[in-house]
């Protein structure tokens, strides 16, 4: 039986969904079925055996879309694996150490009883929504600090972890 893999995602600028994209590819290149979809836009977990939930960092805070999907379903979130992910330094910070998830996703974590987290550099650049954005790209603080060979890497544990407990 092949394992079934929701990769939920919250999003402002779209970043956020190329990780969430690039989870699930690297998910099904390991014999998983997987499926990256904005967290708005997911009604229902139970038809998945596991869970990966993402959502960019915004001013010390995980994306609302992402924070309302673990509120959303943490009944059925509950009794399944679940990772979660935060896209947001804009600095390589996020490789150089181990960035904790922010202290409400946190608790999120320990209520949930989640598998693990992760934080992955961010991407802000030219044309994103929002004034603080906006601010940022004009102090000339902006740029793309995603690391797809560490994300690739993260997914693939996932993926180990999934098929060995399976």
């Given at each position: 039986?092949?394992?079934?893999?929701?990769?939920?995602?919250?999003?402002?600028?779209?970043?956020?969904?190329?990780?969430?994209?690039?989870?699930?590819?690297?998910?099904?290149?390991?014999?998983?079925?997987?499926?990256?979809?904005?967290?708005?836009?997911?009604?229902?977990?139970?038809?998945?055996?596991?869970?990966?939930?993402g959502?960019?960092?915004?001013?010390?805070?995980?994306?609302?879309?992402?924070?309302?999907?673990?509120?959303?379903?943490r009944?059925e979130?509950?009794?399944?694996?679940?990772?979660l992910?935060s896209?947001?330094?804009?600095?390589?910070?996020?490789?150089?150490?181990?960035?904790?998830?922010?202290?409400?996703l946190?608790?999120?974590?320990?209520?949930?009883?989640?598998?693990?987290?992760?934080?992955?550099?961010g991407?802000l650049?030219?044309?994103?929504?929002?004034?603080?954005?906006?601010?940022?790209?004009?102090?000339?603080?902006?740029?793309?600090?995603?690391?797809?060979?560490?994300?690739?890497d993260?997914?693939?544990?996932?993926?180990?972890?999934?098929?060995?407990?399976?």
């Amino acid at each position: 039986m092949t394992t079934k893999v929701s990769v939920a995602y919250g999003t402002t600028n779209g970043s956020t969904a190329q990780i969430a994209e690039a989870v699930a590819e690297v998910l099904c290149k390991e014999g998983l079925t997987a499926e990256a979809l904005p967290a708005g836009s997911v009604d229902r977990v139970e038809s998945y055996d596991a869970v990966v939930v993402g959502g960019g960092l915004y001013a010390g805070r995980w994306h609302k879309d992402a924070r309302r999907f673990l509120r959303r379903h943490r009944r059925e979130l509950a009794g399944r694996p679940l990772w979660l992910f935060s896209s947001g330094p804009l600095d390589p910070s996020a490789g150089e150490r181990d960035i904790p998830p922010v202290a409400g996703l946190k608790r999120a974590m320990i209520r949930l009883d989640a598998n693990g987290h992760v934080t992955f550099g961010g991407c802000l650049e030219e044309g994103a929504k929002g004034w603080v954005a906006r601010m940022i790209i004009k102090n000339g603080k902006a740029g793309d600090y995603r690391d797809f060979a560490r994300i690739e890497d993260w997914s693939r544990a996932v993926a180990h972890e999934l098929v060995t407990t399976a």
